[in-house]
Nanobody, 114 residues
Framework: QVQLVESGGGLVQPGGSLRLSCAAS????????MGWYRQAPGKQRELVAN???????NYADSVKGRFTISRDNAKNTIYLQMNSLKPEDTAVYYC????????WGQGTQVTVSS
């Protein structure tokens, strides 16, 4: 059983930056593959980035070069550093933990607008 709590969302102008955090509790964090997903209005949920226990990471093509995922096992936390934000990045961002099943946070809203 894993509980995930996201934070760090908000309203930013195009070109700005945000850092999202996801704090995990309730299990052994360093055994899970962790990830960030997002769901924009009228669209399906999509993978943004994930990071394995060995810290190998993967990114959606749309965010490569702009977003960076990281994990701090000692703090049971993952981060998503988002730079050069675009209006199309507007979405609810969800933290995900996966071992033999998926766990989800409640999401945090990111809005990129002038």
């Amino acid at each position: 059983q894993v509980q995930l709590v996201e934070s760090g969302g908000g309203l930013v102008q195009p070109g700005g930056s945000l850092r999202l955090s996801c704090a995990a509790s309730g299990s052994i964090f360093n055994r899970y593959t962790m990830g960030w997903y997002r769901q924009a209005p009228g669209k399906q949920r999509e993978l943004v980035a994930n990071i394995a226990t060995n810290e190998n990471s993967n990114y959606a093509d749309s965010v490569k070069g702009r977003f960076t995922i990281s994990r701090d096992n000692a703090k049971n936390t993952i981060y998503l550093q988002m730079n050069s934000l675009k209006p199309e990045d507007t979405a609810v961002y969800y933290c995900n933990a996966r071992l033999f099943r998926n766990y989800w946070g409640q999401g945090t809203q990111v809005t990129v607008s002038s």
